[in-house]
T-cell receptor, first 113, second 113 residues
């Protein structure tokens, strides 16, 4: 158990819908990262937050957005969902902004039908 | 920008035999290197990391990796594998700081009894 929690574990929704994935980092970690893992794209970095502020952006689509709240939990919002958005979404956390050691959550499996 | 290449998508090996999982990287700046393991239906777990200093890095579960700057490689090794090592292994690289982590496509290690 990494100490990072993600909810829900599974999510099934239809195309065009909007969903919110939630992540709680390890106690004391200030930085949160979001990743997408799919069979065709592999593991892709989406976005990083540090203490409430966006710090790094990866291959995140404009239909996707994220935020980190004052209690440090984070949410990833996915809208206008397409079949190709079906994937495992991981959250990771680290103590500070340095990406030297990230602790991954168990992931949320999103299925878009 | 940096990139990571894991040439072997699958590596079958008999139990108690040695194994090497290959990783090559490309970057115009100094980097930090990592190996992560993903067991079925779980998130990623850090095996080991190279930040600086000794080029031979020891990690958890008996794994080690050697940083070779001239060959831009960071191969993962274990002298004797167990059934429980069956998993997918990811090599990752980052310039550090606020820069994103780039993951390789993964190598599935299958340990045969």
């Amino acid at each position: 158990d990494s100490g990072v929690t993600q909810t829900p574990k599974h999510l099934i929704t239809a195309t065009g819908q909007r969903v919110t994935l939630r992540c709680s980092p390890r106690s004391g970690d200030l930085s949160v990262y979001w990743y997408q893992q799919s069979l065709d794209q592999g593991l892709q970095f989406l976005i990083q937050y540090y203490n409430g502020e966006e710090r790094a952006k990866g291959n995140i689509l404009e239909r996707f957005s994220a935020q980190q709240f004052p209690d440090l939990h984070s949410e990833l919002n996915l809208s206008s969902l397409e079949l190709g958005d079906s994937a495992l979404y991981f959250c990771a956390s680290s103590v500070d902004f340095a990406t030297y050691e990230q602790y991954f959550g168990p992931g949320t499996r999103l299925t878009v039908t | 920008a940096q990139s990571v290449t894991q040439l072997d998508s699958q590596v079958p090996v008999f139990e108690e035999a040695p194994v090497e999982l290959r990783c090559n990287y490309s970057s115009s700046v100094s980097v930090y290197l990592f190996w992560y393991v993903q067991y079925p239906n779980q998130g990623l777990q850090l095996l080991l990391k190279y930040l600086s200093g000794s080029t031979l890095v020891k990690g958890i579960n008996g794994f080690e990796a050697e940083f070779n700057k001239s060959q831009t490689s960071f191969h993962l090794r274990k002298p004797s594998v167990h059934i429980s090592d069956t998993a997918e292994y990811f090599c990752a690289v980052t310039p550090g700081g606020y820069q994103k982590v780039t993951f390789g496509t993964g190598t599935k290690l299958q340990v045969i009894p």
